[in-house]
Nanobody, 124 residues
Framework: VQLVESGGGSVLPGGSLRLSCYVS????????LGWFRQLPGKGREGVAT???????TYADSVKGRFTISKDNAKNTLYLQMNSLKPEDTAIYYC????????????????????WGQGTQVTVS
């Protein structure tokens, strides 16, 4: 199983970015997929998750600004980020975990077993 993120970059506050995560090695539709981020010197935190029925969970800090979605046919996960703030600056990772509602709602990285290499998002 391999996850590959793309779409990071630098943007001004208030701007938008769209992250993508291509998953190979399995059909991800029955799993929980998520986006996480990590600031320098801090632990990884959950941003958003999505289940196979397209139900979603968001961290309070991104609600109303970020949208998680997936394309099962393309085995690709997305994160549309709007109204970006300097505090959104981090390395963003996609993760794959068991397709469980508790896992999805927890936004806890420890439940996710497969990770991408990360993509840097800088808002300044």
């Amino acid at each position: 199983v391999q996850l590959v993120e793309s779409g990071g970059g630098s943007v001004l506050p208030g701007g938008s970015l769209r992250l993508s995560c291509y998953v190979s090695g399995l059909s991800f539709s029955r799993f929980c997929l998520g986006w996480f981020r990590q600031l320098p010197g801090k632990g990884r935190e959950g941003v958003a998750t999505i289940l196979r029925d397209d139900s979603t969970t968001y961290a309070d800090s991104v609600k109303g600004r970020f949208t998680i979605s997936k394309d099962n046919a393309k085995n690709t996960l997305y994160l549309q980020m709007n109204s970006l703030k300097p505090e959104d600056t981090a390395i963003y990772y996609c993760g794959l975990g068991p397709g469980d509602l508790t896992v999805a709602r927890s936004l806890r990285p420890l439940y996710f077993s497969h990770w991408g290499q990360g993509t840097q998002v800088t808002v300044s």
